[in-house]
Nanobody, 115 residues
Framework: QVQLVESGGGLVQPGGSLRLSCEAS????????VGWYRQAPGIQRELVAT???????NYTDTVKGRFTVSRDNSKNTAYLQMNSLKPEDTAVYYC?????????WGQGTQVTVSS
C-alpha cells in the first residue's frame, strides 16, 4: 500500500507563492503519473497539473505560467510551485499517483489566498 503525504499549504496574500510537496512511501512512485488536483467548497475537484515518470508536464489553462509541477524520483516526491497566487486558487490541494493500474490519493493540504 502506497501512502501519499502532502505538505506546504497555508495562508498567503494575493500575489504570493507557496510550494506544495507530495511524498510517497514506495518506490512505485517512480513509475507513475502524478497529478495535482484541487477542490474548493461547493465545486467539483479539478485537475491542476500532471507530470509523467519521464517529466512531461501538463497544466490546466487557469494556472499556466503561474504553477510549475516537478518531481524528484530519488526522493519519491513531487512538487507544485505556485506563484502569483489569486484568491480563486483557494482550495484543498490533493496529489494523486497512478501507477500499475492503481490510483492513490493524499489527504490534501489547504491553500488559502487572502489579504
Amino acid at each position: 500500500q502506497v501512502q501519499l503525504v502532502e505538505s506546504g499549504g497555508g495562508l498567503v496574500q494575493p500575489g504570493g507563492s507557496l510550494r506544495l510537496s507530495c511524498e510517497a512511501s514506495g518506490s512505485i512512485f517512480r513509475m507513475g503519473v502524478v497529478g495535482w488536483y484541487r477542490q474548493a467548497p461547493g465545486i467539483q475537484r479539478e485537475l491542476v497539473a500532471t507530470i509523467t515518470s519521464g517529466g512531461s508536464t501538463n497544466y490546466t489553462d487557469t494556472v499556466k505560467g503561474r504553477f510549475t509541477v516537478s518531481r524528484d524520483n530519488s526522493k519519491n516526491t513531487a512538487y507544485l510551485q505556485m506563484n502569483s497566487l489569486k484568491p480563486e486558487d483557494t482550495a484543498v490541494y490533493y496529489c494523486n499517483l497512478r501507477a500499475l493500474w492503481l490510483t492513490y490519493w493524499g489527504q490534501g493540504t489547504q491553500v488559502t489566498v487572502s489579504s
